[in-house]
């Protein structure tokens, strides 16, 4: 009986650390996805700020 014990302990112990990897892989996506999202933001930004600069530079 103390064997079954052992394996189920370890089974458990299986279970929580692909548990705990996949929390952090999820943990990962997110926050990859948030910086990539903070990038496009900053991009579309400097767009929105440096085309009307060019036209006005054209004008002159």
Do not use: A
Not at 13 to 37: E, K, Y
């Amino acid at each position: 009986s103390s064997s079954s014990f052992n394996i189920i302990i370890i089974i458990i112990i299986i279970i929580i650390i692909i548990i705990i990897i996949i929390i952090i892989i999820i943990i990962i996506i997110i926050i990859n996805s948030i910086i990539i999202i903070t990038i496009i933001i900053i991009i579309i930004i400097i767009i929105i700020i440096i085309i009307p600069l060019t036209f006005h530079m054209m004008d002159t």
